[in-house]
Every structure is written in C-alpha cells, then in structure tokens.
C-alpha cells in the first residue's frame, strides 16, 4: 500500500508541474536567456534604469505586469518618454533576452 501511495503522489506531482507549465500566462526562460538578457541590460539599461532595475525618476521594472510583453517590446523598440528607441541597436532577439531577464527580475 505504500508504494501505490508514493507512485500516485508522484505521479500528482507531475500532473501539476505539466499543469502549471502549461498555465495560461506564465512564460518559463531558459537560463541562456535570461543570462543573455541581463548582459543587454547591464549595458543598455543600467545607466538609467539601474542595477536592479529601479530608479525612483523612472518606471520600477521589477513591477512590470507579466501581461504586458508587447507594451515592454513596442517601449524598447519605438522608445517612450525620455527613453530612446533602440530600434537598429537592439537585435529582436536581444529584446526578447531583455523581456526575460525583467520578467525573471532579482529571482534570477
């Protein structure tokens, strides 16, 4: 009996981890990209945004709502307020590492 109990409880582990895997929502990274994207950021983002991105002048990217990625892309690609557009700096690959790394925030 406690075997079957360990292989069904295991096995209810995995259904919810292939469960929240699949949330709607919730975006998973790889380390490589998220690596990736806290390299751009050291070297874009910091100066004005900050080592752990915040700056009290600016917005405070640790908060930034996981359901706005097209908001954050359109914002570095096209610039918005004081921020420069880095449209032709910023590969859309490097904007996506970016989107990572804010995502993955101070956890990473």
């Given amino acids: 009996m406690k075997h079957r109990c360990a292989i069904f409880g295991a096995g209810l582990v995995v259904a919810c981890a292939s469960v929240v895997a699949q949330s709607p929502g919730v975006e998973t990274f790889s380390p490589e990209q998220i690596k990736r994207g806290a390299a751009t950021f050291a070297i874009f983002c910091t100066p004005c945004h900050g080592e ?3 700056n009290p002048d600016l917005f405070d990217l640790r908060k930034f709502p996981p359901d706005e990625r097209s908001r954050f892309i359109n914002s570095v690609t096209n ?3 004081q921020m420069p557009p880095w449209r032709g700096q910023l590969k859309p690959e490097e904007i996506e590492a970016l989107w990572a790394y804010v995502m ?3 956890k990473f």
């Fill in 52 to 54: 752990r991105m915040e």
């Fill in 79 to 81: 610039g918005k307020n």
């Fill in 104 to 106: 993955a925030g101070e």
